[in-house]
């Protein structure tokens, strides 16, 4: 199965600067690369899928790149509800794998 | 609106056999693909299987056949039922909803059951 490694594991930041966070994948996953965001005591929520393509309803802060193997998520300018922790999740090999997350804390 | 509701928390010892339902609410299961995820401390995300034109199943081989999903139309549901469970199957197991034709975005999920396994 494809193993998601994602940097760094916690990143420090305080509101209104930006964050970038990297997912590497074991082999090409063809593009086939989501985002989630969770927050504590809830569920995933989908922010970016097909590597670049932003979910319903998520704001235009955020935003996705990468192809083949270097996946990154884009914060341009963090608000305090987005200190939370991300996932990046592969859909190209089954089964799907997701990494183990960043944590995003305030600075 | 989309919205997946799941059963309460549970409580089993080893060998037992966990059964939990997601129940689903502005889409019917007959569409889509509709998933089950558990994440626990030591594990992380993990991808348990997925269920689509009802009856058709696809699990994680990790599992080793212990899961099977099953739907129910006239309640608009569907449930993951795990055997001979041990401590390792300990996590919160959440409900999901494919995107569009896409299996594996989770577009929806619902709030998570935390089932704990101890002797």
């Known amino acids: 199965e494809i193993v998601l490694t994602q940097s760094p594991a916690t990143l420090s930041l305080s509101p209104g600067e930006r964050a970038t966070l990297s997912c590497r994948a074991s082999q090409s996953v063809n593009g086939y690369l989501a985002w989630y965001q969770q927050r504590p005591g809830q569920a995933p929520r989908l922010l970016i899928y097909d590597a670049s393509n932003r979910a319903t309803g998520i704001p235009a802060r955020f935003s996705g790149s990468g192809s083949g193997t270097d996946f990154t998520l884009t914060i341009s300018s963090l608000e305090p509800e987005d200190f939370a922790i991300y996932y990046c999740q592969q859909r190209s090999n089954w089964p799907p794998t997701f990494g183990q997350g960043t944590r995003l804390d305030i600075k | 609106q989309v919205q997946l509701q799941q059963s309460g928390p549970t409580l089993l010892k080893p060998s037992e056999t966990l059964s939990v339902t997601c129940t689903v609410s502005g889409a019917s299961i007959n569409n889509h693909y509709w998933s089950w995820i558990r994440q626990s401390p030591g594990r992380g995300l993990e991808w348990i299987g997925y269920?689509?034109?009802?009856?058709?199943?696809i699990d994680n081989p990790s599992l080793k056949s212990r899961a099977t999903i099953s739907t129910d139309t006239s309640k608009n549901q569907f449930s993951l039922t795990l055997t001979s469970v041990t401590a390792a199957d300990t996590a919160v197991y959440y409900c999901?909803?494919?995107?569009?034709?896409?299996?594996?975005?989770?577009?929806?999920w619902g709030q998570g059951t935390r089932v704990t396994v101890s002797s």
């Open positions: 269920v689509y034109h009802i009856g058709s199943t």
């Open positions: 999901a909803r494919g995107k569009g034709a896409a299996s594996a975005i989770m577009e929806f």
